[in-house]
Structure formats: C-alpha cells, structure tokens
Antibody, heavy 121, light 108 residues
Framework: QITLKESGPTLVRPTETLTLTCTFSGFSLSGRGVAVGWIRQPPGKALEWLAHVYGHDNKFYTPSLRSRLTIMKDTSKNQVVLTMTGVDPVDTATYYC?????????????WGPGILVTVSS | DIQMTQSPSSLSASVGDRVTITCRAGQDIRTYLNWYQQKPGKAPKVLIYGASNLQNGVPSRFTGSGSGTDFTLTISSLQPEDFATYYCLQTASAVAYSFGQGTKLEIK
C-alpha cells in the first residue's frame, strides 16, 4: 500500500527558505517508472504543479519558480525534500506530495494529506 | 508552458443530472490528460487517467473522453457525494505539468 506524508514548518517568515519533506512507503524511488512530485494550492485557489524527481534522478520544475526550487531524493530514507528560497506571503498554500505513476500514462495516483504553510512576519 | 483552460469555472446541478466539464489544452497533448476530484480540506483524488481510463474504485458514472486539445469529463447521473471541485492535469510535457483552473460543482 502506497502512502505519503508531508512534514515541515507551518509558519515561515518572508525571505526565509522553506524546506518540506515527503516521507513515503509502499514503493522504492529508484529506477524507471516512478517519481515523486510536489503540488501546492493557495487557500481558495487552484492546484499548481511545482516539481518532481524520478527514480533515476531526473528533475523537473515549473518554469515560473525554477530559480527558487530545489528537489532532492533520499532513497535510503524514502524521502523527497523540496526547498523554496525567498518565500513571500503569496507562497502561503497547502503543499502536497504525490506518487507519479510514469509507467505509461503519467499521473499522480497517490497523494499525501497536505501541509498548510503560512508565510507571514 | 502548456496552458489548460477549464470550463465552466462553476456549475450548479441537481442529483440525477448529467453534467459535462471541459478542458482545452494550448497545444496537442495527445491523451496525456487526467481528471481529479477534490473535496474541501482533502487531497485531490484521481478519477480518470490517460483521458479515458477509469481509475480503480471510481464509479462508472464518471467517463472521460477526448484527445489532442479538447477533453471532457462527464458524470452521467450526479450523486450527492459528487459535489466537489474538479481539475484537469496535463502530463504531456516532459518539462512541466499544468492544471486547469478548476470547476466547482454545486448543488442547485
């Protein structure tokens, strides 16, 4: 059974760096056919895809935030970490991590419950 | 980026109605289009992947169709638990994925 869970700070000050961790179980993030990604959702707004990392360590980022995001995997710990530099109140959102099935169709089939991160001084 | 335009942004309907939500891609995405249902305070749940494939455990009243740039999600007979917000997600671009803006389905 695949499960994922996000962890990290729930309050961050403007200009600081946000570090979020996705801890997962039920699969291994190694080799082809699987990835773990991050998606966020500001309160009352739409979902926004941020980034994902494949088992073979290829990484992809949304163009608008590419300069501020870094995604890394730790296969031994079954974790994926997302860092976002220079946060702003507009980065206030629920952040989700998801398992990407990339064997054929490429879709997020399992999601964590999400973590609400507030950016405020 | 591939822009995804979803319509309508909101929709009022009654239990038993048939409803259709559309998603248009800014360029050809073949059938790399997925549909999600999201209820308040919950993570999205995949309904349809690859434009027309029903995810395991999802009721058969949900159907997806389309290819290229135009896609639809149809709910054949609305049930009370279907009132939620629906999103499309394109995964054709190996560089960046993108969601539609969402359709909020409300009870009339």
């Amino acid at each position: 059974q695949i499960t994922l869970k996000e962890s990290g700070p729930t309050l961050v000050r403007p200009t600081e760096t946000l570090t979020l961790t996705c801890t997962f179980s039920g699969f291994s993030l190694s080799g082809r056919g699987v990835a773990v990604g991050w998606i966020r959702q500001p309160p009352g707004k739409a979902l926004e895809w941020l980034a994902h990392v494949y088992g073979h360590d290829n990484k992809f980022y949304t163009p608008s935030l590419r300069s501020r995001l870094t995604i890394m995997k730790d296969t031994s710990k079954n974790q994926v970490v997302l860092t976002m530099t220079g946060v702003d109140p507009v980065d206030t959102a629920t952040y989700y991590c998801g398992h990407l099935d990339s064997t054929k169709w490429y879709y997020y089939d399992f999601w964590g419950p999400g973590i609400l991160v507030t950016v405020s001084s | 980026d591939i822009q995804m335009t979803q319509s309508p942004s909101s929709l009022s309907a009654s239990v038993g109605d048939r409803v259709t939500i559309t998603c248009r891609a800014g360029q050809d995405i073949r059938t790399y289009l997925n549909w999600y249902q999201q209820k308040p305070g919950k993570a999205p749940k995949v309904l349809i992947y690859g434009a027309s494939n029903l995810q395991n455990g999802v009721p058969s009243r949900f159907t997806g169709s389309g290819s290229g740039t135009d896609f639809t999600l149809t709910i054949s007979s609305l049930q009370p638990e279907d009132f939620a917000t629906y999103y499309c997600l394109q995964t054709a671009s190996a560089v960046a994925y993108s969601f539609g803006q969402g359709t909020k389905l409300e009870i009339k």
